[in-house]
């Protein structure tokens, strides 16, 4: 496998909000999240209504589902927005994460160049399309960087019986936004939330080559930091953060979220849902 690494600033951004946790008031709320809510442009739209509502001031760390996750265990987050549901099951049973509230779905995608070299546009499996891209070794950029993307991706490539190396097998360690960036450059493969795709394919070279697969479903959910664990999390405010997430303006204002420019939502708000009515 080979590991290119264009940008080292999750590190970076990881100890910033352990500072901002440690001096920050009770007006801020650090906001741990996964990088296609902030790529999408979702949170540009949400955060500064929250803080004109509620008045707090939030931080937003945006540095995959991963390091979200791995804030939330330290308490060196608020409030989480993440999308991995296994990742996140093991953080609500240990008691760390509380209020755990769906919010949303959209799907992934497979990306890549028009002329297809591994030729698997016209399949029906995310799984096959992998297969094949590891049997041609057709370039595959992953992000490689325990996102909730990542971890789809890995999950992908074990169900396809593969495990990915090689030079063609390339992690970019970035978020989706400049993964895709590098894929288009590399004229390679990648996983992507459709949502991230939609608002960058005007800059891209790369177009869906398999969607619509039931392994590809992209869920995200909202939860506290428990205060009973971290007496330096701000309760109130992710409280009033998880309540805003869920809120009927606010699922509709996501809902509705560059549906008229793209001719489609997405995301797909499912506050008061079951996973499984997914």
């Known amino acids: 496998m080979t590991k290119v690494r264009w940008v080292f600033f999750p590190a970076l951004l990881v100890f910033l909000a352990t500072l901002a946790a440690g001096c920050g008031g009770k007006q801020d709320v650090i906001?741990?999240?996964?990088?296609?809510?902030?790529?999408?442009?979702l949170l540009d739209v949400l955060v500064p209504e929250f803080e004109k509502q509620t008045g707090y001031n939030v931080k937003t760390?945006?540095?995959?589902?991963?390091?979200?996750?791995?804030?939330?265990?330290?308490?060196?987050a608020d409030v989480l927005l993440v999308h991995a549901p296994a990742a996140e099951k093991e953080l609500v049973d240990s008691g760390v994460g509380i209020n755990y509230q769906l919010v949303m779905h959209n799907d992934f995608i497979i990306a890549g160049p028009a002329d297809d070299p591994a030729g698997i546009k016209g399949l029906t499996g995310s799984a096959g399309a992998l297969r094949e891209i590891a049997r041609k070794g057709s370039v595959f950029i992953s992000r490689g960087d325990d996102s909730g993307t990542h971890k789809k991706e890995l999950s992908l490539w074990k169900e396809a019986g593969v495990k990915p190396s090689g030079s063609w097998y390339q992690e970019s360690g970035t978020g989706m936004g400049q993964t895709l960036q590098i894929a288009s450059e590399r004229k390679g493969y990648t996983l992507t939330d459709r949502a991230t795709y939609l608002s960058q394919k005007q800059n891209l070279k790369l177009v869906v080559l398999l969607e619509n697969d039931a392994p590809l479903l992209n869920i995200y959910h909202v939860m506290q930091v428990n205060p009973e664990k971290f007496s330096r999390v701000n309760a109130a405010g992710a409280k009033?953060?998880?309540?805003?997430?869920?809120?009927?303006?606010t699922q509709n204002a996501i809902g509705e979220f560059k549906k008229e420019k793209f001719g489609q939502p997405l995301f797909v708000p499912d506050a008061g849902k079951k996973m499984e009515e997914l």
């Open 31 to 41: 906001l741990a999240t996964t990088t296609s809510t902030v790529d999408s442009g």
């Open 61 to 76: 760390i945006s540095a995959g589902t991963g390091q979200a996750l791995e804030m939330g265990k330290r308490g060196e």
């Open 240 to 249: 009033a953060f998880v309540d805003f997430m869920i809120s009927p303006e």
